[in-house]
């Protein structure tokens, strides 16, 4: 699955002390388009792809998915939404909750590519 960063929240990158990134698809509600990353693809997102030991990438950085939420997939297939975090998983996590490898905070910018694969 692929797909554009196509807005950032005037908040979105503040959340590097908590070490999260909210992603959203174009139907993001209102209300939480200034502290999401925006991101269209021209195909359906695929949920299934949300598991542990797939990759996660902005551009050319490679990101090991280590811990998915109960309701990640479902998400992202409906919305386009997870939680992305930088850091090790808490012993319960959210629901909607992507845990990542390495724990380096991403660049991120207009029209750059995420992929998971």
Do not use: C
């Amino acid at each position: 699955m692929k797909s554009i960063v196509t807005q950032i929240g005037e908040m979105a990158l503040q959340f590097e002390d908590e070490r999260v990134i909210v992603f959203f698809g174009p139907k993001a509600p209102k209300e939480l388009r200034d502290i999401s990353i925006i991101h269209e693809s021209e195909v359906a997102f695929d949920g299934t792809l949300l598991q542990p030991n797939h990759h996660l990438l902005f551009g050319d950085q490679v990101y090991n998915i280590t811990l998915v939420g109960t309701e990640a997939a479902s998400n992202f297939a409906e919305l386009g939404h997870i939680s992305v975090y930088f850091s090790e998983p808490p012993v319960e996590i959210l629901p909607g909750a992507v845990y990542v490898q390495p724990y380096r905070w991403p660049k991120l910018e207009l029209g750059m590519t995420i992929e998971i694969r």
